[in-house]
T-cell receptor, first 112, second 117 residues
Framework: DAKTTQPPSMDCAEGRAANLPCNHS???????VYWYRQIHSQGPQYIIH???NNETNEMASLIITEDRKSSTLILPHATLRDTAVYYC?????????????FGDGTTLTVKP | GAVVSQHPSRVICKSGTSVKIECRSL??????MFWYRQFPKQSLMLMAT?????????EQGVEKDKFLINHASLTLSTLTVTSAHPEDSSFYIC?????????????FGSGTQLSVL
């Protein structure tokens, strides 16, 4: 079973920030939070990951709550090309046992 | 960044034949590879985990004799769908992770669309 829950869909206006929430209330202490996105008929694309500190890269920001039971992916200025299914997953890093189970994800639609 | 190459991107085969899908890590040693299957409008479903040089570990409900996984080297894993049937038609995706810094992320292939006639 997936360890994360996400809203099934969200809309966002082009140029505005898209905030995608994820609940992972059963996350273990050694599990990281990862975000991927998938555009139709392609493999998932890595966006960002973190353990407990907030992270930022050229694509997005990741905000993890202090209790680590939830997180939010922020796309600061959404474009039409950001329309995709966004998956939040948890996995153990730095070990060969870090398999990942995907939940249903959030379909983000960026509208003009 | 690390790249995972998956081939072929699309394959059409007749019912009863076998199909092999390759997954290669191009610039890192993939100590572990994962195989997923995805049906239309659904999420990725983990099929199996393979560690280099070991037998694959299959998820519950996945037939190991039907979906043969080989991970003989640190850069190549293969999934063979044996005696394919129309219900095996799906999008198959591999992912790979490695040692050290390469284990921080899962790198995904571009997927293989299998259509069984």
């Amino acid at each position: 079973d997936a360890k994360t829950t996400q809203p099934p869909s969200m809309d966002c206006a082009e140029g505005r920030a898209a905030n995608l929430p994820c609940n992972h209330s059963t996350i273990s202490g050694n599990e990281y939070v990862y975000w991927y996105r998938q555009i139709h008929s392609q493999g998932p694309q890595y966006i960002i990951h973190g353990l407990k500190n907030n992270e930022t890269n050229e694509m997005a920001s990741l905000i993890i709550t202090e209790d680590r039971k939830s997180s939010t992916l922020i796309l600061p200025h959404a474009t039409l090309r950001d329309t995709a299914v966004y998956y939040c997953i948890v996995r153990v890093a730095n070990t060969n046992a870090g398999k990942s189970t995907f939940g249903d994800g959030t379909t983000l639609t960026v509208k003009p | 960044g690390a790249v995972v190459s998956q081939h072929p991107s699309r394959v059409i085969c007749k019912s009863g034949t076998s199909v092999k899908i390759e997954c290669r890590s191009l610039d890192f040693q993939a100590t572990t590879m994962f195989w997923y299957r995805q049906f239309p409008k659904q999420s990725l479903m983990l099929m199996a985990t393979s560690n280099e040089g070991s037998k694959a570990t299959y998820e519950q409900g996945v037939e190991k004799d039907k979906f043969l996984i080989n991970h003989a080297s640190l850069t190549l894993s293969t999934l063979t769908v044996t005696s394919a049937h129309p219900e095996d038609s799906s999008f198959y995706i591999c992912s790979a992770t490695g040692a050290g810094a390469a284990n921080e992320k899962l790198f995904f292939g571009s997927g293989t669309q299998l259509s069984v006639l």
